[in-house]
């Protein structure tokens, strides 16, 4: 199971997330975000990252041209895309695709049988927010044949990440707000304690 952060807007938040160990790092290009980031700020930082570390773009209902010019800047990975329409086609993104999803209860999950992408991010739905909430969903609701293929977001923290480890067990993880003091500012503390929780799956999967 890998980790993404996401709503990095500084590099000591990044360098920090990366040292402990984030797989990926999340840069929300969405100007209505209280975690937007202006893309050039965003370009300096990943030149200072490992190149081991995945940089995703995040982006809402943004026209593929700004959205390849961003990539060419940025010098992205991947990109995570919120959509408000059902399907959007996204053949001409030469990138990797997060199709992100919000999920009610009545989440019609054959919905993603109409997508190629190889995972998709599901968070919790908000009439108001594409993410970043801090509340969870009904993960149990996840048909089990999907979870290798989920990112799961909303409401993860170092106090139920060993259930998601043990129950849930999707491809990754997706924290925001559970890891910072303020958006777009990052606690270091709750970063470490995550990932002091974290990495001891990782050493047990090493040892065993």
């Not at 041209?65 to 991947?78: H, M, P, Q, W, Y």
């Not at 109409?114 to 739905?125: A, H, I, K, R, T």
């Not at 707000?177 to 606690?187: A, F, I, N, T, W």
Request: with cysteine; hydrophobic share 40%; charged share 25%.
């Amino acid at each position: 199971m890998k980790v993404k952060v996401c709503g990095i807007t500084n590099l000591e938040d990044a360098l920090l997330c990366e040292r402990c160990g984030a797989d990926a790092l999340g840069f929300i290009f969405y100007k209505k975000s209280k975690r937007y980031i202006i893309p050039s700020e965003a370009a300096n930082i990943v030149k200072r990252l490992s190149p081991f570390t995945m940089k995703v773009g995040v982006f809402v209902d943004e026209p593929k041209d700004e959205i390849n010019k961003i990539l060419e800047l940025v010098r992205l990975n991947a990109v995570q895309l919120h959509n408000t329409e059902t399907v959007r086609p996204t053949d001409e993104l030469n990138i990797p695709i997060i199709r992100a999803f919000r999920i009610k209860d009545d989440f019609d999950f054959n919905i993603l049988n109409n997508f190629n992408e190889s995972y998709f991010l599901l968070d919790s739905f908000s009439q108001n927010e594409f993410g970043g909430t801090g509340t969870s969903f009904n993960w149990g609701i996840i048909p089990e044949n999907l979870r290798h293929k989920v990112i799961l977001a909303g409401g993860i923290s170092s106090f139920n990440i060993d259930y998601i480890y043990q129950n849930i067990k999707p491809a990754a993880v997706d924290l925001s707000s559970s890891l910072e003091k303020s958006p777009g500012k990052k606690d270091e503390k709750k970063i470490r304690d995550f990932f002091n929780q974290f990495n001891k799956y990782r050493s047990n999967k090493w040892s065993s």
